[in-house]
């Protein structure tokens, strides 16, 4: 499993450290100009996700499939190590970004804190959905052929931000009184549910592919 981690961490660290220099740069100036760190992490979080399919496209242009069923790693190492990329990089992303978030908004915004960690929560939770749902549809078809169903998919926290965050400013009066402990648990264990039938899913998909 080391192995495989490295072999994309090798073949993605130029793209990604770059793709993250430059969004970290846009959203930092995005958000001195707009004296506000909301759109920082959710644009963040949203850019390294997308960023993470491009592991998907090296091994496509390589050819790493046919040459990995050679090696003596079984199918549920395959995908397993897709999964932990994903979670592993999208979660210690998500940390970094929402400690430059609290670190910008204590020197420069006061918004809160907790908003900002809450926001970060949030994402993460939304991604994992995210990738969980795009996962599969990779092992399945591979990025390009996937690539209709990948922007659809993308529209889902578009239109959850868009709609979901007027709405609960409006009700924000009744928020309060909800039992946010018992929803927060909730939420978890459906993501982490969905992510485990993600990765089933994707194992028995990859197995009956053809190459």
């Not at 209709?148 to 868009?162: E, G, H, K, R, S």
């Amino acid at each position: 499993m080391t192995g495989l981690l490295l072999k994309d961490y090798y073949s993605l660290r130029g793209y990604l450290f770059r793709q993250i220099a430059l969004l970290s740069l846009l959203y930092v100036v995005i958000a001195v100009v707009l004296k506000s760190v909301a759109l920082l992490t959710p644009m963040m979080i949203m850019g390294i996700t997308m960023t993470l399919m491009i592991s998907f496209s090296v091994d496509e242009a390589s050819k790493w499939d046919g040459y990995a069923h050679t090696l003596p790693v079984s199918v549920n190492m395959l995908v397993g190590e897709k999964y932990i990329l994903f979670y592993g990089v999208l979660i210690g992303g998500a940390a970094v970004v929402g400690a430059l978030c609290c670190l910008l908004d204590v020197l420069f915004f006061h918004e809160g804190v907790l908003p900002i960690l809450l926001s970060t929560g949030a994402c993460v939770l939304l991604y994992l959905f995210v990738s969980a749902l795009l996962l599969p549809v990779f092992f399945k078809y591979g990025v390009e052929k996937g690539r209709m169903l990948t922007t659809l998919v993308f529209l889902i926290p578009f239109f959850i931000m868009v709609w979901g965050g007027p709405f609960l400013m409006q009700t924000g009066g009744d928020l309060a009184s909800l039992p946010w402990m018992a929803i927060i648990t909730a939420v978890v264990a459906t993501v982490a549910v969905f992510c485990a039938i993600s990765f089933f899913i994707s194992i028995k998909l990859y197995k009956n592919k053809e190459f």
